[in-house]
């Protein structure tokens, strides 16, 4: 018999250096799971991929156990790789925060495609550039 869920918590964690501190503890205390393990497993999983922001979805199990998933990074933190910068702009139409070429939206598209809502590459630079230029980064 399928175990039951009670719920699912959503959270962006640092690969590989997740920590009992917000925002994991408070989320994982208040459901009653052993956060330590969460944090090891998380951290085992993700070592490779230090220095990227991951998005995880936690489901909690009604039996206090729980499963997780880790997703690509966000788009906007790939975008931030691809143009070397720590943040967009805070002005996104006044001040540009740098540039983004066509083929750098393309790959951005293309590792993040499973998680984009289509399979085209072409829509997915698209999505990709969207969300560059509202952090004020020039795509083109």
Known sequence: MAKKIKTL????????????APPVGPALG???????????????????????????????YEDRTFTFITKKPPVAEMIKKAIGKEKGS???????????????AKKIAGDKLEDLNTDDIEQGAKIVAGTARSMGVKVG
Do not use: C, H, Y
């Open 30 to 60: 208040q459901q009653g799971l052993p956060i330590m393990e969460f944090v090891k497993a998380f951290n085992d999983k993700t070592a490779d991929q230090k220095g990227n922001i991951l998005p995880v979805v936690i489901t909690v």
């Open 90 to 104: 805070g002005r996104p139409n006044k001040d540009q925060a740098g540039t983004l070429t066509w083929d750098q």
């Open 9 to 20: 918590i959503k959270l962006n964690i640092p690969a590989g250096s997740a920590t009992p």
